[in-house]
């Protein structure tokens, strides 16, 4: 999942960082500092340099807390993900010449506009990362490796669920109407005509029970189909294909 702002890094073996590696994940993260992210004066690299050291734990989460990253140490994926973002977007930052009419950035190229509003987001930078965690929270939605996913998932629920008309519809009292219990067969007699009345009052409750789950199983089913209709989405892996 890193290879590629690694290599868009010049990072020098891509293909094989292992997060998951202690050696090659806290390498990484010096050389993140050292040559690309630099928050730090030289001077006030030492702790984090210190790769082998038994302290460099300690040095790293302070680090992420100084840079205000969204992520703790124990959330290493996303932390080193947020980093690698972080990193890009400095790089952008000092070559934007080199880069502003790069074909392998996102988006349209030469400046022409795109019919999805989302397309144009920088889905590398940190602020936006961070938004987009902040909402899944918020709104308890499952999180995902690529956030554009994850943004399209909140679009779809604000959409559904808390759009201005979805809660005025919500909002509405659903008048009761009346029924004619002679017009329904029951199916069985109970050999009670108060019981018999009672049984057809439960089962028109039942039906009525019946189609409210079915509605909520096919708002799901449309969510569902929204967010794995997106090309970049393989949900046979349940992952972002690459």
């Not at 690309?36 to 460099?56: A, F, V």
Request: glycine residues 6%; aromatic residues 8%; proline residues 5%.
């Amino acid at each position: 999942m890193f290879r590629r702002k690694l290599t868009a890094l010049d990072y020098h073996n891509p293909g094989e960082f292992d997060c998951k590696d202690e050696s090659q994940f806290r390498n990484c993260i010096v050389w993140l500092e050292d040559q690309k992210i630099r928050h730090y004066p030289i001077e006030d690299r030492g702790n984090l340099r210190n790769i082998p050291g038994s302290d460099w734990p300690a040095a790293y989460n302070q680090y992420l807390q100084d840079l205000n990253c969204p992520f703790g140490a124990t959330e290493r994926a996303e932390a080193v993900d947020w980093l690698l973002g972080l990193a890009v977007r400095y790089e952008y930052g000092d070559n934007v010449d080199k880069y502003q009419n790069c074909p392998t950035l996102e988006g349209p190229a030469n400046g022409k506009a795109a019919s999805d509003p989302l397309v144009n987001l920088d889905t590398d930078s940190p602020d936006f990362k961070a938004g987009v965690m902040a909402l899944a929270n918020i709104l308890k939605i499952q999180r995902h490796d690529d956030y554009l996913v994850m943004l399209k998932a909140i679009r779809i629920l604000i959409q559904e669920r808390l759009s201005p008309e979805a809660i005025a519809k919500a909002s509405q009292s659903k008048e009761g109407v009346p029924v004619a219990l002679d017009q329904h067969i029951l199916g069985f007699d109970t050999g009670d005509a108060t019981l018999n009345e009672a049984a057809q009052i439960l089962r028109l409750l039942h039906i009525e029970e019946l189609r409210e789950l079915q509605t909520k199983i096919n708002e799901a089913i449309v969510a569902v189909q929204a967010v794995i209709a997106d090309p970049k989405t393989d949900h046979r892996l349940g992952k972002v294909g690459r």
